[in-house]
T-cell receptor, first 108, second 114 residues
Framework: DAKTTQPNSMESNEEEPVHLPCNHS???????IHWYRQLPSQGPEYVIH???SNVNNRMASLAIAEDRKSSTLILHRATLRDAAVYYC?????????FGTGTSLTVIP | DVKVTQSSRYLVKRTGEKVFLECVQD?????MFWYRQDPGLGLRLIYF???????EKGDIPEGYSVSREKKERFSLILESASTNQTSMYLC?????????????FGPGTRLTVT
């Protein structure tokens, strides 16, 4: 399994950018890197995914290191609604392996 | 919008009871998944299914079984509930067997076994 390492928790001020790091040094060449988040009392929801290139969507940006051993999820302007647990998940085959993620606190 | 629904948000059962957790998706997805979520352990995959009547074991299948008789419905069965199966259970579905797809999750069922 491709193992991931994420900080247990992070804090950010509202309306400031947030960079959420993830190390996945054992990732294989064909594993996509997915990010999900889980708001309180809800199931996880998809945020973004990528393989080698940096990716942008309406929710966030994903920066993938050239050696693919790490990636960073970027929230450009944190809002209170972004307070959640963020999971970095290398996709192996058809199975997702969720770790414990990073709990993001957004300070008003 | 994709919708994944689970039969109950909260469920309390006694030790030894047979428990059924139902999950229904409305997007004609091929793949369905059952996870459990426990504090400090994250989400762990119990079983998944690629098609009707097909099932595959995940990381922690012991004590569980599943049934998929119709494409839209995936049931998780606890044959004889035990207290260590008290947990949050999450169902998910996805529509692509490629290497890049997103899973859609239901709201979860919090099961307490007393």
């Amino acid at each position: 399994d491709a193992k991931t390492t994420q900080p247990n928790s992070m804090e950010s001020n509202e309306e400031e950018p947030v960079h959420l790091p993830c190390n996945h040094s054992t990732i294989s060449g064909t594993d996509y890197i997915h990010w999900y988040r889980q708001l309180p009392s809800q199931g996880p929801e998809y945020v973004i995914h990528g393989l080698t290139s940096n990716v942008n969507n309406r929710m966030a940006s994903l920066a993938i290191a050239e050696d693919r051993k790490s990636s960073t999820l970027i929230l450009h302007r944190a809002t209170l609604r972004d307070a959640a647990v963020y999971y970095c998940i290398p996709l192996r085959g058809n199975q997702f392996y969720f770790g414990t993620g990073t709990s993001l606190t957004v300070i008003p | 919008d994709v919708k994944v629904t689970q039969s109950s948000r909260y469920l309390v059962k006694r030790t030894g009871e047979k428990v059924f957790l139902e999950c229904v998706q409305d997007m004609d997805h091929e793949n369905m998944f059952w996870y459990r979520q426990d504090p400090g352990l994250g989400l762990r995959l119990i079983y998944f299914s690629y098609d009707v009547k097909m099932k595959e074991k995940g990381d922690i299948p012991e004590g569980y079984s599943v049934s998929r008789e119709k494409k839209e419905r995936f049931s998780l069965i606890l044959e004889s509930a035990s207290t260590n199966q008290t947990s949050m259970y999450l169902c998910a579905s996805s529509g692509d067997r490629g290497l890049s797809y997103e899973q859609y999750f239901g709201p979860g069922t919090r099961l307490t076994v007393t």
